[in-house]
């Protein structure tokens, strides 16, 4: 799923999925999660460099929104 900028709008949906900055996570703004646009990709051809890890809380919403997306729930 692409990360983007935080915008007002976009935090409205239910199914982005905010991510504070942090160490950890590599990300220097406020940043959503888009988990309408989930596709597939190649990580030995797009993958370049891992930037950060992501907390189980920030997975576990990630997890949820997905459900939400494919109507698992």
Not at 38 to 67: F, K, Y
């Amino acid at each position: 799923m692409p990360i983007t900028a935080w915008s007002e709008k976009k935090a409205l949906i239910k199914t982005n999925v905010e991510i504070e900055p942090a160490a950890e996570n590599g990300l220097t703004k406020k940043s959503i999660t888009d988990c309408l646009q989930t596709r597939p990709i190649d990580i030995n051809l797009r993958l370049v460099q891992i930037r950060g890890i992501i907390s189980d809380q920030l997975l576990q919403a990630i997890d949820e929104a997905l459900a939400m997306v494919f109507g698992l729930r």
